[in-house]
């Protein structure tokens, strides 16, 4: 079964070094760390847990690298992944497959999202590498190569295959009841809890609202009473007390289902006879 070997190149990810060497070792024999020059600790947490590290501080172009991958003892197959703000630990699994799908040379370049261009007519030394997967002849191949030359360069016999790299298009996604307020996550528990302060206590509220209202704005408005003025009279009075009713109902209900939940919690704790 032929080896794979997974380089992280970049800088300045401690973060997310651990995760990203844990994945890595999961689907590589081997995994290394190529540093373009970190200024945090992820150096030293690459040393602490046995990921070897290559220090390298000139360019990121597809021939340099591929000449400093060669010298380094190749296997069969070599991925490289650039660890960016856009690479997602997700997409690891799917770049290993794509090193195992035999090509020679399999690499994306990064470029914006209205890059319409051949990525094979690309420059080496006008784009920066995304990932590169390539095969010991891919390598050889790559390093041979100028910054000034392309992809379509590449011999002929080789299986390679080049993409641009382009940004995710960004969807409105919808908010989750972990990232929503605390007054919608509190919205969402009473409706599911069908909670009585819900279900009588707003309701009250609005009546009571709405009758006290009436009772002071329509009521004025009549200069006799008649049978009009009566049914009206009644109807806000209805209303008011409906939603003072309303209210008491929910805070009764409240408290008697704190009650019933002490209740059951002490019952469960008595010993129970045999």
């Known amino acids: 079964m032929e080896s794979l070997r997974i380089v992280l190149m970049g800088k300045d990810f401690e973060l997310r070094l651990v995760s990203l060497v844990i994945r890595s070792r999961e689907l590589a024999e081997e995994v290394i760390l190529l540093d373009l020059g970190s200024s945090d600790g992820t150096v030293e947490l690459a040393e602490k847990i046995d990921c070897r590290v290559l220090n390298h501080h000139g360019e990121t172009h597809a021939p340099v690298l591929g000449s400093l991958l060669l010298k380094d003892n190749p296997t069969d197959f070599t991925l490289l992944v ?6 997602k630990l997700r997409d690891l699994p ?10 020679d040379v399999h690499m994306s370049f990064i470029s914006g999202a209205s890059d319409i261009s051949n990525p094979q007519e690309v420059v080496y030394g006008d784009a920066e590498l995304s990932h590169l997967a390539a095969s010991v002849n891919g390598l050889e191949a790559i390093s041979k190569s100028e910054n000034t030359q392309t992809p379509l360069e ?3 016999n080789l299986k390679v295959r080049v993409l641009h790299s382009k940004p995710a298009p960004k969807v409105q996604q919808r908010e989750s009841l972990a990232t929503a307020s605390r007054f919608a996550q509190l919205f969402y528990w009473m409706l599911e809890s069908r909670h009585p302060l819900l279900l ?15 009772s002071g704005n329509v009521l004025d408005s009549f200069d006799e009473w008649n049978q009009t003025s009566v049914g009206v009279a009644l109807a806000v009075i209805g209303v008011t007390l409906m939603g003072l009713f309303a209210m008491m109902v929910g805070l009764i209900l409240y408290i008697m289902g704190k009650q019933v939940k002490q209740i059951q919690a002490q019952y469960n704790h008595w010993p129970k006879e045999e």
Do not use: M, S
């Not at 650039?82 to 690479?87: K, V």
């Not at 009588?200 to 009436?214: D, E, S």
């Open 82 to 87: 650039h660890i960016n703000g856009r690479f």
């Open 94 to 103: 799917l770049l290993v497959n794509r090193a195992k799908e035999n090509w």
């Open 154 to 156: 590449l011999d002929q």
């Open 200 to 214: 009588f206590g707003i309701p009250g509220v609005v009546l009571f609202i709405v009758g006290y209202n009436l």
